[in-house]
């Protein structure tokens, strides 16, 4: 798979190639790749072609993971090429995708929209943001006053071109509201994984007890709003797929989402 991005891909146009920058380019703007995948007509809702923030993560994480497996087993020319890649990747993407205006990181390069993908450069084995940095609590910040609420991350800002935060209507009305702001339950695991990676970074102390005593306040409150959800509303024993983003925050989508439970299982317990 790697060196099929190095070289570049183009099945089914998906158009994955490695640019001079060292950062991974994906798709156009008819084709999805990443889980921001709506479709009605052909026509793509939320097209986020070119240098995507969480493909490009996953890539830096993915080649940090590869010179793991490289030096374990040997291969020692393997594991400084992995590496390379790495540490180039990583170099342009803190270069190029932290946007100092808005405090937070660019969806795709050039899109500078709030969206929650922005959490895989912090929530991975290998964050691509060093997890004690200013860039990662600012990052931190702005999701939580703009995407944070009890049942997931809203998929946009409030405020946001084109934000829609009920779910409804016909099959297009859905599909148009699908990512643009709806709040999807998994997303909850790439929160509770990036305050766990800015504990264990943290070297200061009072900085590090008020993180500590966040994800304690996080879990809790995650604990209380499942247990409630699983008892008396939507599915009885499960989670659905996605939630209304304006109260009462009605379940919608899948009844049971598999995402929605293993997320919030691996949290709570």
């Known amino acids: 798979i790697i060196e099929s991005y190095i070289k570049g891909i183009d099945v089914d146009n998906n158009n994955i190639y490695l640019d001079d ?8 703007q008819n084709t999805q790749n990443t889980w921001m995948d709506a479709k009605y007509d052909g026509v793509a809702i ?37 590496k390379l890649i790495a540490e180039k990747c990583k170099k342009s993407f803190n270069d190029k995708f932290y946007n100092k205006r808005r405090k937070c990181l660019y969806d795709v390069l050039g899109d500078s929209k709030i969206r929650p993908n922005q959490l895989f450069a912090l929530s991975l084995t290998y964050p691509v943001i060093e997890a004690d940095s200013e860039e990662a609590k600012n990052i931190i910040s702005v999701v939580e006053k703009k995407l944070l609420n009890s049942y997931g991350l809203k998929t946009l800002a409030k405020g946001e071109p084109n934000y829609i935060e009920i779910y409804e209507g016909d099959g297009f009305k859905r599909d148009m509201s699908y990512h643009q702001g709806i709040t999807w339950v998994w997303l909850l695991g790439l929160y509770y994984n990036s305050l766990k990676n800015m504990i264990e970074a943290e070297k200061r102390k009072t900085y590090k007890t008020k993180l500590q005593i966040k994800l304690k306040e996080f879990k809790e409150k995650t604990i209380k709003t499942f247990e409630k959800e699983i008892e008396q509303r939507g599915c009885i024993g499960s989670i659905a797929e996605i939630y209304d983003s304006k109260r009462p925050q009605e ?19």
């Open 21 to 28: 920058d060292d950062l991974i380019v994906s798709g156009t």
């Open 46 to 82: 939320t097209p986020r072609s070119g240098k995507a923030v969480e493909v490009n993560s996953l890539w830096y994480n993915a080649n940090k993971i590869m010179a793991d497996l490289s030096k374990k087993f040997g291969h020692s020319q393997n594991a400084k090429k992995y």
């Open 251 to 269: 379940p919608k989508g899948a009844i049971a989402q598999a995402w929605s439970v293993a997320e919030i299982l691996r949290i709570v317990m």
